[in-house]
């Protein structure tokens, strides 16, 4: 059903995120469309940690993919900075105008995200904006959720297949604190330093001059060894932190959503 799906649409520019829901959009429409009718498109802003765009490009150039990136400017949008509840609306609304712009000039049907059936239980101001600009989700409309994504993309020979969560990195700011660049900066400097440690699975959660740190909880005794402790937290603190926390509860993804709900 996937596969017929995508194939319907004609030709369809996916936004690629580097994730395995968009890279599963994307093996299957470069396989099923052909690169002349797939165009696989990263949208490149600070929110985006740079490892993060280093790992889409790779992934996009070993499956051969038409692919080509965009900048975006949410940065510039007072509405975005703010950081309220609506803040990933208004980041995906950038995205999708951009993208909309492009396939009229280029001549593609459709644009397509990467948004599946579980993304629907969570909050996702985003999925009101590919609403709003008549993004097509080919993995919730034949109601496939993560675990069925993840056995597709190990099928299909995606090496991110088990790939984490990461959402961008403004998600790492309580809401209700202006997102700056340099914040951002912050925030990627660090996690960069906490994954060649070998923690690819990471949250450094930014609270002014405080770093908290979300990880597995399997991971946790090993971050508190002294020596591990000492080298981690080292490098969080040359990023421009000045008090380096753990979070004894663990990795949550999207966890910061709770104040959110907790202020209805």
């Not at 051969?64 to 509405?79: C, K, L, Q, V, Y």
């Not at 990461?166 to 996690?191: F, N, W």
Request: with cysteine.
């Amino acid at each position: 059903m996937l596969r017929e799906t995508i194939e319907s649409f004609g030709s369809v520019i996916v936004a690629y995120s580097g994730g395995v829901d968009s890279a599963l959009v994307s093996q299957i429409s470069h396989d099923v469309l052909g690169p002349g009718n797939a165009l696989i498109v990263t949208a490149v802003s600070d929110s985006l940690a740079e490892y993060e765009l280093e790992d889409a490009q790779r992934l996009a150039l070993d499956r051969g993919w038409n692919f080509r990136t965009i900048a975006t400017s949410e940065m510039e949008d007072e509405r975005y900075l703010r950081n309220d509840g609506a803040r990933c609306f208004f980041c995906k609304s950038e995205l999708y105008e951009r993208l909309g712009q492009l396939t009229k000039s280029a001549g593609y049907n459709v644009i397509a995200n990467g948004a599946n059936r579980d993304d629907l239980g969570d909050y996702r101001p985003g999925m009101k904006a590919a609403k709003d600009f008549s993004v097509r989700s080919p993995l919730v409309e034949v109601g496939i959720g993560k675990q069925e994504v993840r056995a597709l993309a190990l099928q299909a020979g995606l090496p991110n297949w088990d790939k984490p969560a990461q959402p961008c990195l403004s998600s790492r700011i309580p809401y209700g604190t202006h997102v700056t660049i340099d914040t951002l900066r912050m925030i990627s400097k660090a996690e960069k330093h906490l994954r060649s440690l070998g923690f690819l699975e990471c949250r450094v959660r930014h609270y002014g001059e405080t770093a908290r740190i979300e990880l597995p909880l399997d991971m946790l005794p090993i971050y508190n060894e002294t020596s591990m402790r000492s080298q981690a937290d080292s490098g969080i603190i040359a990023a421009g932190y000045r008090r380096v926390e753990i979070d004894p509860k663990g990795l949550r993804s999207g966890n910061l959503n709770e104040a959110l709900k907790s202020s209805k």
